[in-house]
């Protein structure tokens, strides 16, 4: 065997296991007037005194990932969304059924019916129902023709896994403005 050259960070080569690289990260802090208030919903918490767009909308999140709604509900229940998520095209008709949410956020890859047919489904329904609901494609296919491919389907929005949590609140704000 021979040993294995390999360059460090600074392009220099050397023989033997590489280097540990060590990253430092800035610390955010939270301004002392943003402290967690108290809610009936504990699934709605959001910091006090900060106003969000996103306040007091219903998602419906749909995604067979169960990290990927669990991501989901925490990154939009912080900015005082109310989040009801599904698994698959199944259970998010039957939540839709049960109470019409504001803005639709799935995954397009889903085992069974998939993305597609459940946009179909929705838009499918009467206007008073939900047919017209605002809803975006959250998929880890991020091509321009995957992106068309989800806005001639039915969706109003195509956001490619993964994605930055603020892309995501401008996202779910613009269609929460569509729906008003």
Do not use: W
Not at 81 to 91: G, H, L, P
Not at 94 to 101: G, Q
């Amino acid at each position: 065997m021979s040993p294995v050259l390999a360059p460090d960070l600074q392009g220099n080569e050397h023989t033997g296991p590489p280097s540990p690289v060590i990253r430092e990260l800035p610390m955010i802090r939270k301004p002392a007037s943003a402290t967690m208030m108290p809610s009936r919903d504990p699934r709605a918490a959001k910091p006090a005194g900060v106003s969000s767009p996103l306040s007091g909308l219903h998602i419906l999140v749909v995604d067979d990932d169960a990290d990927n709604r669990r991501l989901l509900q925490k990154i939009l229940e912080h900015r005082g969304s109310r989040i009801t998520t599904a698994c698959n095209v199944a259970d998010a008709m039957a939540a839709f059924e049960r109470e019409k949410p504001d803005v639709l956020l799935s995954d397009i890859g889903m085992p069974g019916e998939n993305g597609y047919d459940l946009i179909r489904r929705v838009r499918a329904l009467p206007r008073d129902r939900g047919g017209t609901i605002p809803a975006a494609a959250l998929t880890a296919c991020a091509e321009d023709e995957d992106r068309e491919h989800a806005l001639r389907a039915g969706f109003m929005a195509h956001l490619p896994k993964p994605f930055n949590p603020t892309e995501l609140v401008t996202m779910v704000t613009s269609l929460a403005r569509k729906a008003a």
